[in-house]
């Protein structure tokens, strides 16, 4: 299977050819007001206007209402919703239904036991992503920069594709995929140089490291 390589938290343009340039499969959007990389409507419209059709959009929210993701949906066209909150599998279906576009559901991890939701997901979400289980007084679920134990995804078999992410950086993805046998991987914290800043370079060392190893998969 095909690696697919994402990059996330894009607000600039800039960033986002860097992104493109570099052969990103997908770019995620924000759509969260306490994270770093949130996006309002307009110039998200804009950055996904440019994406397409190089790479898929990816709609990221948290918790969002049917009124929020409607909005999203109607302004930005993203190809994909990313769900990163605490949304559960009969929402994950109720989004699905209601607005006809695939969803990757984002999973927290920290011990064996959060794997025990995998199957009830998988039963509905076109993907999954697995991301560190967030601190509890954490203002943000995701883009954290922290990382889970890789080996705790070692032996599941799911019937949707998985990627992973979480402190992921040039340093570390080719080791992330080799041990979690992820079919894809996302980043947004370890292609910046501060918080919401991404770095165009970082970013296309992110997809070089990522890329190679497909080579050695041949
Ligand atoms: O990026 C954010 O600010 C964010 C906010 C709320 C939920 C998820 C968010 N990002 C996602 O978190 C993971 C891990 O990010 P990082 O590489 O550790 O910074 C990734 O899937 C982002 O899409």
Redesign the pocket.
């Known amino acids: 299977m095909t690696l697919v390589v ?1 990059i ?2 894009l607000s600039t343009r800039a960033t986002l050819d860097a992104a493109l340039e570099g052969g990103a499969d997908m770019i ?1 959007l ?1 759509f ?1 007001p ?5 996006v309002e409507l307009d110039s998200a419209r804009a950055l996904a206007r440019a994406a397409a059709p190089q790479a898929e959009v990816v709609a ?1 929210t ?1 918790d969002a209402d049917d009124a929020q993701l409607g909005a999203i949906i109607e302004m930005v066209s993203p190809q994909l919703l ?1 769900l ?2 605490h949304e559960t599998p009969q929402r994950v279906a109720a989004i699905k239904q209601r607005f006809g576009l695939p969803v990757m559901k ?1 999973l927290p991890i920290a011990t064996a036991a959060d794997l025990a939701v995998l199957p009830d997901y998988a039963a509905v979400a076109d993907r999954l ?1 697995f ?2 289980r967030p601190p509890k007084d954490a203002t ?8 889970f134990d890789w080996t705790l995804l070692q032996g599941i078999e799911l019937a949707v594709p998985y ?1 992973v ?4 950086s040039p340093a570390n993805v080719a080791e992330a995929l080799r041990i979690s046998r992820a079919t894809g991987v ?7 140089s501060a ?2 800043v991404k770095d165009p370079e970082l970013i296309r060392a992110f997809i070089r490291a990522a890329r190679a190893t497909e080579q050695l998969s041949v």
């Open positions: 994402k996330c938290g995620g924000v969260f306490a994270s770093p990389r949130h990221l948290v990313q990163h909150g984002a992503l991301d560190a943000r679920p995701g883009g954290l920069g922290a990382c990627m992410s979480g402190g992921l996302d980043v947004s914290s370890g292609v910046e918080p919401g």
